[in-house]
C-alpha cells in the first residue's frame, strides 16, 4: 500500500483489500473513504467487505464512488463527510488519483 499524504489529515492510495485495514488503524487512521464504483473491476474487493473490515477496526467509513471527475454533487458530499468523519482520513479508488481529484476540488 502506497500512502500519499496531502495534508496531515488526508491522504489518498490505491485500491485497498480487507485485509489492509488493520495496518490502516495502526497508522493512525479513523477514517476511510471509498471513491471507487464497485464492480469497477472484476478483482476489486465490494466496499461492503472493506466497511466490515473497517467497522470491525473501529473505523469510519464513507463511500462516494467517482466515475471519471466527480460532479459538483460528488464535490459537495465529500466536502460535508470531510467535515463530519473522525480525522486522518485515508480516501482510495483504483490508483488513489481520482480521491485526489475530489478532495481538491472539495477544498474550494
Known amino acids: 500500500m502506497n500512502v500519499m499524504p496531502l495534508t496531515d489529515e488526508f491522504a489518498v492510495t490505491a485500491q485497498i483489500a480487507a485485509d489492509d485495514v488493520s495496518a ?3 497508522a ?3 477514517s476511510i ?5 464497485d464492480d ?3 478483482d476489486q474487493p465490494a466496499f461492503d467487505t ?4 473497517a467497522e470491525a477496526a473501529g473505523l469510519a467509513t464513507a463511500y462516494i464512488p467517482v466515475i471519471g471527475m466527480p460532479t459538483p454533487e460528488q464535490v459537495t458530499e465529500m466536502a460535508g463527510v470531510l467535515k463530519s468523519l473522525p480525522q486522518p482520513v485515508l ?3 483504483r490508483s488513489g488519483n ?3 481529484i475530489i478532495f481538491n476540488a472539495a477544498q474550494g
Open 33 to 37: 473513504i471509498c471513491n471507487r464504483p
Open 91 to 93: 480516501a482510495y479508488c
Open 98 to 100: 481520482r480521491s485526489s
Open 40 to 42: 469497477e473491476a472484476s
Open 24 to 26: 490502516i488503524a495502526d
Open 50 to 53: 472493506i466497511k466490515a473490515a
Open 28 to 30: 493512525g487512521y479513523k
